[in-house]
């Protein structure tokens, strides 16, 4: 049992939840001797090496002066009807540690060392989990490249130790997930829910003589730029995704519910392998397909569940799972199988645009250069039309077609960086709204040393290629 060094508010309390209750029943034990052989242990993610999470700590290590950085691993259990547990994004990518719940990564930046704190052995139902534990684990410090593995009632003492020695300059740096969490309380007082809020608070209760920093921006330029092995992972995540949308897009009928053409974009995930999607699909018809009625989704019962009608147009956007990676695809399928005059019409000039941005993508190109291109490809058509033209300028305004572009790897949404890299692996994503009606695309592509290379082939994407497949 670990000994309780730090106050109520301290970092410890976080990882108290984890610790194994030794006095469960028999019939726990029982149970116990029948799950641990078939227990998956905190296996490293997919076939990546110890060298290249090594790597990744020193780079990260290497752009600091000084300081400590603290990353943690997710502390809860998954939930009853989450399809798996899901590590902590930059933890996992910085340790290649998937299955391994209540564990602190600390690099001490001036010293390059490495190393992880362990609450020991995760129990659920009061049943504890011996395979899942670090401190027992030797073989996976090394799988890691960790140069140490310590109990956590150590990390108190371990961290005030080295905040008191100068060549630290008492500096803590930690992450921020992407998306801000809803405030859970007044400002006046402390979190009671967030576990990003709860770490930090905790940390400076704990430490109230520590200075802070953040390295978001940091990580966020490291985990851009992937690694040949985190390409070929994203290919077959990519691929299952891929086959995960067409599923749900032919499962989009007059009648039928938005839940039955998601029931099919999960089972196709698992059909090709994957553990499940990366995110619960969204197959939002008419009014739900607009982004700002799509995000009322994560806070509705049922999901915004709706019959489809004809005359709608769908968002299907989907993604698969497997190996701590995700996967993002989507399109915009109309009920009735047809486009109608006015929806081809900005379907057509969206496609135009997308195309013009995928070429334009190279190393060194911004962002908004893609956007620029985009833009500039479908001011071309002007001159054709009067009513022509006005649609053009409203696709392109400041409130026309959101060129969106984001990461993709172990988030199926990551932060972008500034510009293109080699290696980035990525979703062009555009969407619009337009009256009633709301217009989406994406792929994934990988940036080479001379472009972009699709990942998500053979799906349709032109209006007549949509129409065709969904006429068949």
């Not at 259990?77 to 990518?93: A, L, N, R, T, V």
Request: hydrophobic residues 40%.
């Amino acid at each position: 049992m670990m000994r309780r060094l730090s106050s109520p508010t301290g970092p410890l309390c976080l990882f108290r939840s984890l610790r194994p209750s030794w006095s469960g029943t028999l019939v726990a034990f029982v149970l116990l001797a029948f799950l641990l052989p078939v227990y998956g242990v905190g296996r490293l993610v997919h076939a990546q090496s110890a060298n290249e999470f090594s790597e990744r700590r020193a780079r990260l290590a290497s752009q600091l002066d000084n300081g400590l950085i603290i990353l943690p691993a997710a502390i809860e259990e998954k939930g009853m009807m989450d399809p798996g547990w899901i590590q902590e994004p930059s933890f996992q990518y910085f340790t290649g540690l998937l299955n391994i719940p209540g564990a602190i990564l600390a690099i001490d930046v001036p010293s390059n060392t490495h190393v992880l704190f362990s609450a020991g052995a995760p129990s659920s139902f009061r049943i504890p989990i011996p395979a899942l534990d670090l401190l027992e684990r030797p073989d996976l410090i090394e799988e890691s490249g960790i140069d140490a593995v310590l109990p956590m009632d150590r990390f108190v003492t371990w961290v005030s130790q080295r905040l008191q020695d100068p060549a630290h300059s008492g500096v803590i740096y930690l992450s921020e997930p992407r998306s801000a969490a809803l405030p859970t309380t007044p400002m006046e007082m402390p979190p009671v829910a967030n576990w990003s809020a709860l770490w930090r608070y905790s940390l400076t209760s704990t430490f109230p003589e520590a200075t802070f920093g953040r390295v978001t921006p940091l990580i966020v330029a490291l985990r851009w730029q992937k690694s040949e092995s985190e390409i070929q992972h994203l290919r077959r995540n990519a691929r299952a995704s891929a086959e995960a949308l067409k599923a749900g897009m032919r499962a989009v009928q007059h009648d039928r519910m938005q839940r039955e053409a998601e029931s099919a974009v999960v089972a196709t995930c698992l059909e090709n392998g994957m553990e499940g999607p990366s995110f619960w699909p969204w197959v939002m018809s008419g009014p739900n397909a607009h982004l700002s009625a799509v995000v009322g989704s994560f806070f509705d019962y049922s999901h915004l569940n709706r019959p489809f009608e004809k005359g709608d147009l769908v968002r299907v956007d989907v993604g698969c799972m497997s190996g701590g990676y995700g996967g993002d695809v989507g399109r915009t399928i109309p009920v009735s199988g047809t486009f109608s005059e006015e929806q081809g019409r900005i379907w057509d000039l969206m496609i135009a645009g997308y195309t013009a941005g995928v070429e334009a993508m190279k190393p060194g190109v911004t962002l908004s250069d893609v956007a620029k291109a985009s833009n500039a490809a479908i001011r071309a058509f002007k001159g054709e039309s009067a009513s022509l033209d006005d649609l053009i300028d409203a696709l392109t305004s400041e409130t026309g077609i959101y060129w969106h572009i984001h990461g993709v790897g172990i988030e199926s949404g990551e932060a972008p960086g500034s510009h293109l890299v080699e290696g980035a692996v990525l979703a062009f994503e555009p969407m619009v709204s337009k009256g009633d009606q709301a217009y989406y695309l994406e792929d994934m592509w990988v940036i080479t040393d001379t472009g972009a290379e699709l990942l998500t082939p053979g799906l349709p994407t032109t209006r007549q290629e949509i129409e065709a497949f969904l006429t068949r």
